[in-house]
């Protein structure tokens, strides 16, 4: 398991603490390729991610002071490239310029997705068995204002207090694709996205979306928002800004987590595995991954794990956003 976040710097307003590694489920004797990945850039522009599984450390020439970027990425199959083709967008990432807008963000990352698929492009992969892709949940962080998001397939991001772990995402599965159609309401939703673990996924980063037909992909990306999305879901829309609390605990985690036939008892486990005796989020981290390992929850799947820590203690929290329903409120709709 690599400690990802040490050595780095998020100033005073900022705790971050970041793990990787592969499945605690997996045997001694076969252990399966990280296929995820991670990028931290840190308020003085020194960063991390993963190259070949093991991290990598630059410094990014000409970053703002202040400005930060955390995101993880989880690689998936096609030619056998899932981990290349995470790899790839998390060294490409240290080269999109520090961004203080959603449409500045959204313009940048884009047009990443559309030079990395056409780089990957294999003659006759327009389904989601031979192109590769990767999951890519993000967090745009300029000094004085809120976290911008950028989310793409079904990492998440969740907001954890001591009384509950709730999701700010929406994974971008065939469920997701049946409510946009009206096809599933907001507890069906909840139940197939939530209750359950399912493999599939119907949008990622380079991979492209296959929201209008499962079996044909489109090769841009979807942002699900307001006018693409339920009202139920309105409240997680894709790319927006955050508002977050001072002393909640912001998970971004890819699929390993979570990934076991019932999902939700574990899930209700992180408040107290995150928050109860835990004074910093490399503590809180360090609790998460070593329950895994020690006490996992029935039925978890072989799958690889890698989450950021965050707290928000300074400026960047965001109060001055409006923002129509608050985490707590946003659960209530499903439960």
Same mark, same amino acid.
């Given at each position: ?5 040490? $050595? ?21 004797? /076969?252990? @399966? ?9 840190? %308020?003085?522009?020194?960063a991390v991610?993963? $190259? ?12 703002p002071?202040g400005? +930060? ?6 690689? +998936? ?14 060294? %490409? ?10 449409? %500045? ?40 204002q ?17 009384? &509950? ?11 997701t694709?049946?409510? +946009? ?20 996924i %119907? ?31 309105h !409240? ?9 609390? @001072? ?17 939700? @008892? ?5 408040p ?6 835990? *004074? ?12 895994? +390992?020690?006490? !996992? ?5 072989i799958?690889? /794990?890698? &989450? ?8 960047n929290?965001?109060?001055?956003? *409006? ?13």
């Amino acid at each position: 398991m690599h400690c990802l976040a040490d $050595g780095l710097d998020f100033g005073p307003g900022l705790q971050v603490a970041a793990r990787s590694s592969a499945s605690a489920s997996a045997s001694r004797l /076969m252990v @399966p390729e990280n296929q995820d990945n991670v990028l931290l850039i840190d %308020a003085s522009g020194h960063a991390v991610r993963l $190259g070949g599984e093991a991290p990598l450390r630059t410094r990014v020439p000409g970053w703002p002071a202040g400005h +930060m970027r955390l995101a993880v990425l989880d690689g +998936m199959g096609g030619h056998g490239n899932g981990r290349q083709a995470a790899e790839a967008v998390a060294t %490409a990432l240290l080269d999109v310029p520090a961004c203080r807008t959603l449409a %500045a963000l959204s313009s940048h990352l884009d047009a990443l997705h559309a030079t990395l698929q056409a780089r990957f492009r294999q003659p006759g992969d327009a389904d989601t068995f031979r192109r590769p892709g990767t999951t890519l949940t993000l967090l745009e962080i300029a000094p004085g204002q809120a976290p911008l998001l950028y989310h793409v397939g079904d990492s998440r991001l969740y907001e954890v207090t001591a009384d &509950a772990a709730v999701p700010l995402t929406i994974d971008h599965v065939p469920a997701t694709g049946y409510a +946009m159609h009206g096809l599933l309401g907001a507890h069906e939703w909840w139940q197939q996205v939530h209750g359950e673990h399912r493999s599939q996924i %119907a949008q990622a980063f380079i991979l492209g979306n296959a929201f209008a037909n499962p079996q044909l992909l489109d090769d841009d990306l979807r942002a699900l928002d307001e006018a693409t999305l339920p009202p139920f879901l309105h !409240p997680l829309a894709d790319r927006r800004a955050l508002v977050t609390r @001072p002393g909640a605990l912001y998970l971004l985690a890819t699929d390993g987590l979570w990934a076991c036939e019932q999902p939700q @008892p574990w899930l209700a486990r992180w408040p107290h595995l995150l928050t109860h005796g835990t *004074d910093t989020v490399d503590e809180a981290l360090t609790c998460l991954f070593e329950a895994c +390992m020690a006490s !996992p929850p029935p039925q978890f799947y072989i799958d690889n /794990m890698t &989450a950021i820590a965050i707290r928000f203690t300074g400026d960047n929290t965001g109060e001055n956003i *409006d923002q129509t329903a608050l985490p707590h409120s946003i659960l209530t709709t499903f439960c």
